[in-house]
């Protein structure tokens, strides 16, 4: 699904987005054949072309954190499907809300395997288990 969003590009919304995909252009590709797109206007079609390039570029070279910082949490979902095999499920616990509670437990599955690290055994084993993940996938969506 990543690679038929638009909306990862900056001043691209859900309606600019439906536009794109009005046209007929359903794919990054699509996109980058069809080159102009008059519904769009031509400094919107240029902004959009040009990172459609890089949207190319860094998912071919999978350097998720291209669209990870790009993506608002409402829609990572849509990495779900080329990520699908390193997405992370996630679920935190902690002593409460406030910045000097503290993680209790982190909770994950990936898929096949669920693995805890519980503070005061193996909490601090967490930090790069989770980076092996381009993907989590949290209860909150964050």
Not at 110 to 125: S, W
């Amino acid at each position: 699904m990543l690679q038929q969003s638009f909306i990862h590009i900056d001043g691209v919304g859900e309606i600019i987005e439906r536009r794109i995909w009005s046209a007929g252009i359903f794919a990054w590709e699509e996109f980058r054949l069809r080159g102009a797109l008059a519904s769009l206007g031509p400094l919107i079609t240029r902004k959009v072309s040009d990172e459609v390039e890089a949207s190319i570029r860094h998912f071919e070279s999978g350097q998720w954190s291209y669209f990870e910082g790009r993506l608002s949490h409402r829609h990572k979902w849509r990495a779900y499907g080329d990520l699908s095999d390193r997405a992370l499920f996630v679920d935190i616990e902690t002593t409460g809300m406030a910045k000097t509670d503290a993680i209790t437990l982190i909770g994950t599955f990936n898929g096949a395997d669920v693995k805890t690290f519980i503070r005061g055994r193996n909490l601090n084993e967490a930090v790069a288990y989770l980076n092996q993940y381009p993907l989590w996938i949290t209860y909150n969506g964050a």
